[in-house]
């Protein structure tokens, strides 16, 4: 970038896309092009970026330059310290922090879908839901929950589109908390996930806002596009129209 680069080209899944946000957040006049590889690549997709190299390659070279906003997070450290990171796609903070560990850990052999999914199922057994405190804005929620997703994009996990109204330059966050869910309800409704057909849900709710805070009794993994930097408590805020991104052109 000090050297004159317009363009860095992110050949990876989300959480190359992860590290390049942030070694180059703030750096203006800088786009990033995306040929999605890795496990989730969750970000591409909710760009619609598409998987096949050529078209990627072409998005790359050709596409349109389109400016999203990204998530700011403040967080502690798993040493305890506090820190702050930035996120392009999702932030979360609960049970999908051990999902993504999990995923991460086992082998990738059979895809991000499937990995994702039994990771969901293996961390959903061994979960051990307490109350969790949040805030979106103005909007006040405390009780038992396991998970509260920060959401800029509307994809996550592998191809879920959990957050299915979720835009990536519109200034908020779509917020997705889930409750007390039971084992039913994830056998039941997490298929129906992969189609945004989940909500609404009577233990799901979706808000909408600039600043999100959580907290808990037991500090909570948190997770930023598929990576487990710390727990909570944590702040999450946007920045909006802070990265440039080239993606397919309308028409």
């Given amino acids: 970038m000090r050297k004159g680069a317009e363009?860095?080209?992110?050949v990876g899944g989300d959480g190359s896309v992860n590290e390049v946000v942030n070694g180059t957040v703030g750096a203006e006049d800088v786009e990033?092009?995306?040929?999605?590889?890795?496990?989730?690549?969750?970000?591409?997709?909710?760009?619609?970026i598409p998987r096949k190299l050529a078209a990627a390659?072409?998005?790359a070279l050709t596409g349109e330059t389109r400016a999203i906003d990204l998530g700011l997070v403040t967080y502690r450290t798993w040493s305890g310290t506090e820190a702050r990171a930035h996120f392009a796609n999702v932030g979360s903070a609960g049970i999908s922090g051990a999902i993504a560990k999990r995923a991460n850990e086992t082998s990738k052999a059979l895809g991000g879908k499937i990995s994702y999914y039994w990771a969901t199922l293996a961390a959903f057994a061994g979960w051990q839901t307490g109350e969790m405190r949040i805030s979106v804005d103005?909007?006040?929620?405390?009780?038992?929950?396991i998970d509260a997703m920060v959401a800029n994009g509307r994809y996550l996990g592998g191809g879920m589109m959990m957050l299915p109204e979720a835009e990536p330059d519109?200034?908020?966050?779509d917020v997705l908390l889930i409750g007390d869910v039971t084992k039913r309800d994830l056998l039941l409704t997490l298929p129906r996930?992969?189609?945004?057909?989940?909500?609404?849900?009577?233990?799901?709710?979706v808000l909408r806002g600039r600043v999100v805070t959580v907290d808990a009794d037991e500090?909570?993994?948190?997770?930023?596009?598929?990576?487990?930097?710390?727990?909570?408590?944590?702040?999450f805020e946007v920045v909006p129209q802070a990265l440039r991104v080239r993606v397919p052109r309308l028409g």
């Fill in 170 to 173: 519109d200034g908020l966050f």
């Fill in 57 to 59: 390659v072409e998005v």
């Fill in 219 to 235: 500090p909570l993994p948190i997770e930023l596009d598929g990576e487990q930097p710390g727990t909570t408590p944590a702040r």
């Fill in 7 to 10: 363009l860095l080209v992110v």
């Fill in 138 to 145: 103005d909007e006040i929620r405390g009780g038992k929950m």
């Fill in 193 to 205: 996930s992969y189609r945004g057909k989940h909500l609404p849900h009577p233990r799901l709710e």
């Fill in 32 to 48: 990033i092009a995306v040929i999605p590889r890795g496990t989730g690549w969750d970000f591409a997709r909710s760009l619609g």
